[in-house]
């Protein structure tokens, strides 16, 4: 059973580009989380969803970044227009129930040139 | 070896000692508790959970411990390993929340 797939794992993007990023859940894995670390911190959650619902978005901003877990394929978060500021490495984690625990993917490295 | 949390970001310990890294959690409502190992380049890798009708679980060489009346969480690692190296971070999560809540992380070096 492959564990949480992230991709790609690294990804540089000028300033004012879009910037997708992509996570396949375990197998069996119906919730997924996003998070971001910006160096030497700890992780601050972003979303929250199932299969074809956000479920918790309190945590991205509400400008330029966007969540989907569609029916079929990985989930996808999206950030247009990237700034420096978004530069943060990005997990993605994944749990089979919502209070169970959550499994992390090996994350992306976003770096905004 | 001893951390408290955010207070010491940093703990240095000799092969073989035990380690105890500390958390203070902020929610009294959170009712389950994550010990996650992330290494350097990688992501979170969990180690052991606890919910709040226990003080204490083991696992093979950590054991974690829970003091609910002062908000605590603690992470015993015995017998220090150099691939115990690594920043461990406690989550929080309550039972009514869809979200865990990650405290800022004690760096573990074991010096051979």
């Known amino acids: 059973n492959a564990g949480v797939m992230q991709n790609p794992r690294h990804l540089v993007r000028r300033r004012g580009q879009e910037a997708r990023l992509r996570c396949s859940p375990m197998k069996g894995h119906s919730h997924v989380y996003w998070y971001r670390q910006l160096p030497e911190e700890g992780l601050k959650f972003m979303v929250y969803l199932q299969k074809e619902n956000i479920i918790d978005e309190s945590g991205m901003p509400k400008e330029r970044f966007s969540a989907e877990f569609p029916k079929e394929g990985p989930s996808i978060l999206r950030i247009q227009q990237v700034v420096r500021g978004d530069s943060a490495a990005y997990f993605c984690a994944s749990s089979p129930f919502r209070e169970e625990t959550q499994y992390f993917g090996p994350g992306t490295r976003l770096l905004v040139l | ?112």
């Open chain 2, 1 to 112: 070896g001893e951390s408290v949390g955010l207070h010491l970001p940093t703990l240095s310990v000799q092969e073989g000692d035990n380690s105890i890294i500390n958390c203070a959690y902020s929610n009294s409502a959170s009712d389950y508790f994550i010990w996650y190992k992330q290494e350097s380049g990688k992501g979170p890798q969990f180690i052991i959970d606890i919910r709040s009708n226990m003080d204490k679980r083991q696992g093979q060489r950590v054991t974690v411990l829970l003091n609910k009346t002062v908000k605590h969480l603690s992470l015993q690692i015995a017998a220090t390993q150099p691939g115990d190296s690594a920043v461990y971070f406690c989550a929080e999560i309550k039972s009514t929340g869809n979200q865990f809540y990650f405290g800022t992380g004690t760096s573990l070096t074991v010096i051979p």
